[in-house]
């Protein structure tokens, strides 16, 4: 059985500056290896990974969140600092138990944020590219 779940969250920081800047949700591991984090919490909602937030650090208000939308519709997306961190868009299972809900669909979808005391309108396009294939999975 196979499961796809679309999700989004959002979150925008002010780093103070640093000689080797890291943070374990954009810094990606090297080319062939992996990265393991073990974490007291809950991850969906809320906690975040020790390092997320950097060290005096400050958070930044982008206002109540911002839109997404392509060719599955629109949907509205809340701050991640909000009561709802993660937020579901839609999903699917191959047992065809359920309709299939995905949102992240290929094709263009355009992002656009509200004004927020810290960071002002905002607007971005983004491609969404064909799913891996897996083969010869056992």
Same mark, same amino acid.
């Given at each position: ?6 999700y ?6 002010q ?30 909602r809320?906690?975040?990974? #020790? &390092?997320?937030?950097?060290?005096? *650090?400050?958070?930044?208000n982008?206002?109540a969140? +911002? %839109?997404? !939308?392509g ?5 509205i ?9 993660l ?18 669909? #290929? &094709?263009?979808?355009?992002?656009? *944020?509200?004004r ?5 309108? +905002? %607007?971005v !396009?983004a ?12």
């Open positions: 059985m196979d499961v796809v779940g679309d989004t969250a959002a979150v925008a920081y780093a103070p500056a640093s000689q080797f800047p890291f943070n374990p949700v954009l810094s990606a591991p090297p080319a062939g290896t992996c990265t393991a984090y073990a974490v007291k919490g809950d991850l969906l809320g906690d975040t990974l #020790p &390092g997320a937030v950097p060290p005096g *650090g400050k958070p930044l982008f206002g969140g +911002f %839109t997404i !939308s060719s599955s519709g629109t949907k997306l809340q701050n991640i600092l909000a009561e709802e961190p937020r579901w868009l839609g999903s699917s299972i191959s047992s065809n138990l359920f309709s299939n809900s995905r949102y992240l669909n #290929p &094709g263009t979808f355009h992002i656009a *944020g509200t927020g005391s810290d960071i002002g309108p +905002f %607007t !396009s491609n969404m590219p064909q799913p891996l294939a897996w083969t010869d999975r056992d």
